[in-house]
């Protein structure tokens, strides 16, 4: 467990939603980031792999083929202290809402199952704080594929998990990859207290279900934007 980190005091929330690509995790984030906006709240809304600063590095590496999965897991890592360090924390500390499109679960599922020691990766992430609430998207493995299939023109080779040699073709790479990740997932959740959304309902029937969820467990009104004006003496 995450221990590391868990003392720092702040005033703001975290909430992350994990799930497998085609879980619809991101559209139903993006619609809870936009009720909180409407609903006057301080919130941030941060992605995995998204630092400028090792985005470069971890192109080229990508392009090139040259990552190890432990050189995979480190540059990821990077990538997310970076964002923690100038975005994550200090926005926690000024009481913002911060939601992340995936957090550190992504890389306990992902560099375990490319061959990563568990308790190694863990390690690696033990200075950050976990969630408030992580939403964990569970949808049936063909449901996520389907829908990754349907609306994807073509596949990337780490997507696919094809460094990894689980077969020559790519399709089925990706498949037994994400199948993998999958099976990471189910222990993860149970670890880790991850409260789950059935992502196989109707699209349009989850956000009220995580809005209800996210005003039962946090006091939203310490972190309406008046709170800023104070703060800043506006």
């Not at 619609?31 to 630092?51: D, G, Q």
Request: charged share 25%; glycine share 6%.
């Amino acid at each position: 467990m995450i221990r590391a980190g868990a003392s720092v005091e702040v005033t703001g929330k975290l909430i992350a939603v994990e799930g497998l690509d085609g879980s619809g995790k991101s559209t139903q984030i993006a619609l809870l980031l936009r009720w909180l906006k409407l609903e006057s709240h301080k919130v941030f809304f941060t992605e995995w792999n998204s630092s400028t600063i090792v985005k470069k590095a971890t192109r080229k590496g990508k392009k090139k083929r040259l990552l190890t999965p432990s050189t995979f897991s480190l540059i990821h890592c990077v990538d997310f202290a970076d964002r923690y360090e100038r975005q994550i924390l200090p926005l926690l500390k000024a009481g913002y809402i911060v939601l992340a499109d995936r957090y550190i679960y992504t890389a306990f599922a992902r560099d375990v199952v490319r061959g990563c020691d568990r308790e190694w990766v863990h390690k690696l992430y033990s200075f950050a704080r976990p969630p408030d609430i992580t939403f964990f998207f569970d949808v049936p493995l063909q449901t996520a594929l389907g829908r990754i299939l349907s609306g994807r023109p073509q596949l990337k080779f780490h997507e696919a998990g094809m460094d990894l040699e689980l077969s020559t073709d790519i399709v089925e790479s990706f498949k037994k990859f994400q199948g993998m990740i999958y099976e990471e997932y189910q222990r993860l959740k149970n670890e880790y207290g991850f409260t789950c959304i059935d992502g196989g309902l109707p699209p349009e029937t989850q956000p009220h279900t995580m809005r209800q969820i996210v005003a039962e467990r946090l006091d939203l009104t310490a972190h309406e934007l008046k709170s800023l004006a104070r703060d800043t003496g506006e």
